[in-house]
């Protein structure tokens, strides 16, 4: 098992990476902002289940045998930048709703959501995590480094980083999706601000999957 100091140490570096500017937190507050900050923590769990994944293939060595083939590089790549797109297409097409003055403002008045959105929501999160190659990679690059093979097997060491990981990456994003939905449901008051925050969101959606589709081992 790896030290306490190791382990600190790997959070520390987590969380900042967690702060650091990305696809993935940018998808938690876009979404946040646009859908409620219970949406966002959805999506935040589904990313940590994609974390699991990641974390999964590095132990078992499946990531360095994806990471060698470019066709199974360039297939995900091309499967999250389409992913990306369709949802680009969906907050372009997002209906505009305005609530009123009493109904927003705060985290309580946020209209709690149906089982089936909250699965949906998880779903996105595990897909946008997953169909993104750089991460799996990331991770490969990433996790290793912390293991230390004189104190054991090195799979559960990935397994305890990768837990590890998971904690800091929730936190991080948990906390930007619960301050983006407040700020975005301020936004519900107005049409206009609404309709200007899914078509910002439909934009940069796009780049991102432009960016995803145009990326390189």
Same mark, same amino acid.
């Given at each position: 098992?790896?030290?306490?100091?190791?382990?600190? !140490?790997?959070?520390?570096?987590?969380?900042?990476?967690?702060? &650091?500017?990305?696809?993935?937190? +940018?998808?938690?507050l876009?979404? &946040?902002?646009?859908?409620?900050?219970?949406?966002?923590?959805?999506?935040?769990?589904?990313?940590?289940?994609?974390?699991?994944?990641?974390?999964t293939?590095?132990? @078992?060595?499946?990531a360095?045998?994806?990471?060698?083939?470019?066709?199974?590089?360039?297939? %995900?790549?091309?499967?999250?930048?389409?992913?990306l797109?369709? +949802?680009?297409?969906?907050?372009?097409?997002?209906?505009?709703?305005?609530?009123?003055?009493?109904?927003v403002?705060?985290?309580?008045?946020?209209?709690?959501a /149906?089982? /089936?959105?909250?699965?949906?929501?998880?779903?996105?999160?595990?897909?946008?995590? +997953? !169909?993104?190659?750089?991460?799996?990679?990331?991770f490969?690059?990433?996790?290793? *480094?912390?293991?230390?093979? /004189?104190?054991?097997?090195?799979?559960?060491?990935?397994?305890?980083?990768?837990?590890?990981?998971?904690?800091? !990456?929730?936190?991080?994003?948990?906390?930007?999706?619960?301050?983006?939905?407040?700020?975005?449901? %301020?936004?519900?008051?107005?049409?206009?601000? *609404?309709?200007w925050?899914?078509r910002?969101?439909?934009?940069?959606?796009?780049? @991102?999957?432009?960016?995803?589709? !145009?990326?390189?081992?």
């Open positions: 098992m790896p030290t306490l100091q190791t382990l600190l !140490t790997f959070f520390g570096v987590a969380v900042l990476l967690g702060l &650091s500017p990305g696809p993935d937190n +940018l998808f938690v876009l979404q &946040s902002a646009q859908r409620g900050w219970r949406m966002g923590i959805a999506v935040v769990v589904g990313l940590c289940i994609g974390i699991i994944g990641h974390t293939a590095v132990a @078992l060595g499946l360095a045998v994806f990471a060698a083939s470019e066709i199974a590089f360039d297939v %995900l790549k091309w499967c999250g930048a389409a992913y797109i369709y +949802l680009a297409w969906g907050a372009w097409r997002a209906p505009v709703g305005v609530k009123h003055e009493e109904a403002g705060s985290p309580s008045s946020e209209p709690r /149906s089982a /089936s959105d909250v699965m949906r929501m998880v779903l996105r999160g595990v897909v946008m995590n +997953l !169909t993104n190659p750089k991460v799996l990679i990331f490969l690059a990433f996790l290793p *480094q912390f293991a230390n093979p /004189s104190l054991g097997p090195v799979a559960p060491q990935i397994f305890v980083f990768g837990a590890v990981f998971i904690v800091a !990456t929730f936190l991080v994003f948990g906390s930007i999706a619960i301050f983006s939905g407040v700020f975005g449901n %301020l936004l519900l008051r107005s049409a206009r601000g *609404q309709r925050l899914n910002i969101t439909a934009i940069v959606f796009v780049g @991102l999957a432009v960016k995803l589709a !145009t990326s390189q081992r």
